[in-house]
């Protein structure tokens, strides 16, 4: 995730011409600004470039999940189906927007299995929210089926595929709603940012609003504008933006890069009889940001990690025993501790995680090691660490 790798001039310049005006806020202030007008701008291009109508920007990652959630009309009660397999943003911003996770098991693509969604639907299920994780994709579309079938809304999570596509389409433009992440270790980055993309609507204007305090931005005086409903602060400041805009002119370059430097190490883990790779469903194409894979045997998947590990290579992930990313690990959403007390369509309606059966999801995520793919790295250095993993895992087999 390496945006941060090519910070320069170019950047630099663009965060000038924000300081130079001293407008850090994205809205008003028309006439000292010089006509810099950082997260517009972004917009626009972010918006071109997915092939999208409607682009909001926002304060993270996880913020434009919660942004999207609230924009489709999401809220107390409803339920959203989500994957074992993610980042913790996933269940923060469906329970910050009073819906209720429910978990499902994921299968060999790393993210949502179409059957355990299809299981978990209730009356009660709103929106379907696959997590692309790792640089590729779920099943778009099998899960885009169930969404038509039972009328429930897509919510593509793209913050770890910026640049992945599916059916020629890029990755938070097949569904309903897509999100990205612009924190500090994405793809490419604003420090902090994120972004909702849409093609309808009406969730976009809901989107703008919300994002901003329910502000209708009607006009150019902040102070007189209506608040059609109650929204809240999840605005990007314009150095952020500024940041952003900059790298977003990177993007092309970064992602022929990490596909020339995953096709280096995937050649090299090839040659082990043992060794597998994630699924990708057909039609999908990864944003190469990680080289994923599989051992045979959980045994096997925590021997090769400790040996890569052992042999100097750094950036490699066993996420099964991981406290951020799979459920194995989040104990305070098992045991639902929060500092406050929690809604009672949560407490009622949330599965007993602590009791519920994930053993489809453990016998995937037990047998996956992840490679993080960098862009600073020479050929050379590539093929140092392609020789040392394929060597580490090997020792173990
Ligand atoms: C899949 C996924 N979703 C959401 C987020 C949240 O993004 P942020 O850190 O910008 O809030 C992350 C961040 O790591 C992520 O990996």
Known sequence: ??????????????????????????????????????????????????????????????????????AA?????????MPT??????????????????????????????????????PKTKCIMPVHMCGSMADLDALKTI??????????????????????????TYGDL???SFDYVKTITCGEGGAVITNNKEFAQNADRYQDHGHDHIGNDRGAENHPFMG???????????????QLEKLDNILKIQ????????DALETLEFVTFRRVPEGGVENYSFLNFFLPTTELARKAHEAISKSGIDACFYWYTNNWHYINGWHHLKDMKSLGRLSSEIKNQIQDLNNTDFSKS???MGRTVSSLIKIGWTDDQVRERAGKMRDAIASVL
């Open 232 to 246: 809240y602060n999840f605005r990007i400041s314009e150095l952020n933006a500024a940041v952003g805009f900059a």
């Open 259 to 266: 596909e020339k430097n995953y096709t280096i190490l995937r």
């Open 147 to 172: 969404c038509d079938k039972h009328n429930l809304i897509l919510l593509e999570d793209a913050c770890q595929a910026l640049g992945g596509s599916y059916k020629r389409k890029f990755l938070g």
């Open 73 to 81: 009309g999401i809220g107390a009660g409803d339920e959203v189906i």
């Open 178 to 180: 897509g999100c990205f």
């Open 85 to 122: 397999f993610t980042f913790v943003a996933t269940f923060e911003s469906i329970m910050a927007s009073g819906a209720v996770p429910i978990l499902v098991d994921i299968d060999e693509t790393l993210t949502l299995d179409p059957e355990a969604v299809e299981a978990a639907i209730t």
């Open 362 to 364: 453990d016998a995937v």
């Open 1 to 70: 995730m390496p945006g941060f790798e090519i910070f320069g001039a170019e950047e630099r310049k663009q965060v000038n011409e924000v300081l130079e005006t001293g407008v850090l806020m994205r809205y008003g202030f028309d006439g000292m600004r010089n006509n810099h007008w950082k997260a517009k701008q972004f917009e626009a291009e972010f918006a071109k470039k997915m092939g999208t109508e409607y682009c909001q920007m926002v304060s993270s990652g996880t913020a434009a999940l919660t942004v999207a959630l609230a």
